[in-house]
């Protein structure tokens, strides 16, 4: 079955930094584009970064960029997220998200609150 689990959410304060983590199983990874979503309360699910599946290409949502890097290690099945300077406004639960021409999967997502 398919899976992607993120972990790493939590409860940061602004200027503070979080590592978040998607572990994928179930398919065959290094097929796969990846990308972090994120969605506040009240708010639209929006982009936030994508990464090939090399890794050779990135791509941001302006608000994160120079903030934030997606990376992934097809080695363990992971993709990351390296958040940092957060600020409140990057309250959210993030999501990771598998995808390719055929089929897209998505993880349950993880909590990011910062606030002081």
């Known amino acids: 079955q398919v899976q992607l689990v993120e972990s790493g959410g939590g409860l940061v304060q602004p200027g503070g930094s979080l590592r978040l983590s998607c572990a994928a199983s179930?398919?065959?990874?290094?097929?796969?584009?990846m990308a972090w979503y994120r969605q506040a309360a009240g708010k639209e699910r929006e982009l936030v970064a994508t990464?090939?599946?090399?890794?050779?290409?990135?791509n941001y949502a302006e608000p994160v960029e120079g903030r934030f890097t997606i990376s992934r290690d097809n080695e363990k099945n992971t993709v990351y997220l390296q958040m940092n300077s957060l600020k409140p406004e990057d309250t959210a639960v993030y999501y990771c998200k598998a995808y390719n021409i055929l089929n897209a999967y998505w993880g349950q997502g993880t909590q990011v609150t910062v606030s002081s």
């Open positions: 990464i090939t599946k090399t890794g050779r290409t990135t």
């Open positions: 179930g398919f065959t990874f290094s097929r796969y584009d």
